[in-house]
Nanobody
Framework: VQLVESGGGLVQPGGSLTLSCALSGGALSLYVMYWYRQAPGKKREQVARVTRGDITTYEEFVEGRFTISRDNAKNTVYLQMNSLQPEDTAIYFC??????????????WGQGTQVTVSS
Protein backbone atom coordinates (compact mmCIF):
# COMPACT_ATOMS: atom_id res chain seq x y z
CA VAL A 1 0.00 0.00 0.00
CA GLN A 2 1.22 3.47 -0.88
CA LEU A 3 -0.15 6.84 0.13
CA VAL A 4 0.57 9.98 -1.89
CA GLU A 5 -0.46 13.40 -0.62
CA SER A 6 -0.94 16.45 -2.80
CA GLY A 7 -2.45 19.91 -2.65
CA GLY A 8 -0.08 21.67 -0.28
CA GLY A 9 1.37 25.08 -0.94
CA LEU A 10 1.65 28.67 0.20
CA VAL A 11 -1.54 30.45 1.24
CA GLN A 12 -2.27 33.75 2.95
CA PRO A 13 -3.82 33.86 6.44
CA GLY A 14 -7.55 33.34 6.18
CA GLY A 15 -7.19 31.37 2.99
CA SER A 16 -8.12 27.80 2.10
CA LEU A 17 -6.47 24.68 0.76
CA THR A 18 -7.66 21.17 0.03
CA LEU A 19 -5.25 18.30 0.54
CA SER A 20 -5.71 14.95 -1.16
CA CYS A 21 -4.29 11.56 -0.28
CA ALA A 22 -4.46 8.81 -2.87
CA LEU A 23 -4.11 5.21 -1.72
CA SER A 24 -2.79 2.60 -4.14
CA GLY A 25 -2.16 -1.10 -3.77
CA GLY A 26 -5.21 -1.66 -1.64
CA ALA A 27 -8.77 -0.65 -0.88
CA LEU A 28 -9.33 2.59 1.01
CA SER A 29 -12.60 1.22 2.32
CA LEU A 30 -10.71 -1.16 4.62
CA TYR A 31 -8.88 1.60 6.48
CA VAL A 32 -9.46 4.20 9.12
CA MET A 33 -7.87 7.31 7.61
CA TYR A 34 -6.09 10.09 9.41
CA TRP A 35 -4.42 13.41 8.72
CA TYR A 36 -1.48 14.35 10.92
CA ARG A 37 0.82 17.34 10.82
CA GLN A 38 4.28 18.20 12.03
CA ALA A 39 5.50 21.75 12.44
CA PRO A 40 9.21 22.58 12.62
CA GLY A 41 10.65 21.58 15.98
CA LYS A 42 7.40 19.98 17.13
CA LYS A 43 6.05 16.46 17.43
CA ARG A 44 3.74 15.01 14.84
CA GLU A 45 0.14 15.50 15.93
CA GLN A 46 -3.17 14.11 14.81
CA VAL A 47 -5.44 16.57 13.03
CA ALA A 48 -8.49 14.59 11.96
CA ARG A 49 -9.81 11.07 11.49
CA VAL A 50 -12.50 9.43 9.41
CA THR A 51 -13.63 5.90 10.17
CA ARG A 52 -14.74 3.25 7.72
CA GLY A 53 -18.29 4.26 8.56
CA ASP A 54 -17.60 7.96 7.77
CA ILE A 55 -17.55 9.09 11.40
CA THR A 56 -15.25 12.07 11.68
CA THR A 57 -13.31 13.46 14.62
CA TYR A 58 -11.16 16.56 14.88
CA GLU A 59 -8.60 17.97 17.22
CA GLU A 60 -9.76 21.09 19.01
CA PHE A 61 -7.34 23.37 17.20
CA VAL A 62 -8.96 22.64 13.79
CA GLU A 63 -12.55 21.98 14.84
CA GLY A 64 -14.91 24.06 12.71
CA ARG A 65 -12.21 25.01 10.19
CA PHE A 66 -11.07 21.69 8.69
CA THR A 67 -13.16 18.93 7.14
CA ILE A 68 -11.96 15.40 6.47
CA SER A 69 -13.77 13.25 3.93
CA ARG A 70 -13.24 10.04 2.00
CA ASP A 71 -14.20 8.78 -1.42
CA ASN A 72 -13.78 5.03 -1.42
CA ALA A 73 -14.60 4.80 -5.12
CA LYS A 74 -11.62 7.05 -5.87
CA ASN A 75 -9.43 5.54 -3.13
CA THR A 76 -8.84 9.08 -1.90
CA VAL A 77 -9.19 10.97 1.37
CA TYR A 78 -9.36 14.75 1.57
CA LEU A 79 -8.71 17.50 4.06
CA GLN A 80 -10.49 20.76 3.34
CA MET A 81 -8.79 23.52 5.31
CA ASN A 82 -10.44 26.90 5.76
CA SER A 83 -9.51 30.01 7.74
CA LEU A 84 -5.88 28.98 7.73
CA GLN A 85 -3.56 30.66 10.20
CA PRO A 86 0.24 30.85 10.42
CA GLU A 87 0.17 28.26 13.21
CA ASP A 88 -1.26 25.77 10.72
CA THR A 89 2.06 25.81 8.88
CA ALA A 90 3.39 22.25 8.88
CA ILE A 91 4.02 19.17 6.83
CA TYR A 92 0.72 17.32 6.56
CA PHE A 93 0.77 13.53 6.46
CA CYS A 94 -1.84 10.99 5.49
CA UNK A 95 -2.07 7.80 7.56
CA UNK A 96 -4.01 4.60 6.94
CA UNK A 97 -4.65 2.02 9.63
CA UNK A 98 -6.57 -1.20 9.94
CA UNK A 99 -6.68 -4.21 12.21
CA UNK A 100 -7.23 -7.57 10.51
CA UNK A 101 -9.57 -10.24 11.78
CA UNK A 102 -6.50 -11.95 13.24
CA UNK A 103 -5.57 -8.84 15.20
CA UNK A 104 -2.69 -7.84 12.94
CA UNK A 105 -2.20 -4.10 12.47
CA UNK A 106 -1.53 -2.63 9.06
CA UNK A 107 -0.34 0.99 9.14
CA UNK A 108 0.93 3.18 6.33
CA TRP A 109 2.16 6.77 5.99
CA GLY A 110 2.49 9.11 3.07
CA GLN A 111 5.55 11.25 2.43
CA GLY A 112 3.81 14.46 3.45
CA THR A 113 2.90 17.72 1.77
CA GLN A 114 4.03 21.14 2.94
CA VAL A 115 1.46 23.75 3.93
CA THR A 116 2.75 27.24 4.58
CA VAL A 117 0.47 30.01 5.81
CA SER A 118 2.09 33.40 5.46
CA SER A 119 1.44 36.87 4.16
Amino acid sequence: VQLVESGGGLVQPGGSLTLSCALSGGALSLYVMYWYRQAPGKKREQVARVTRGDITTYEEFVEGRFTISRDNAKNTVYLQMNSLQPEDTAIYFCHANRISGMGEEFAYWGQGTQVTVSS
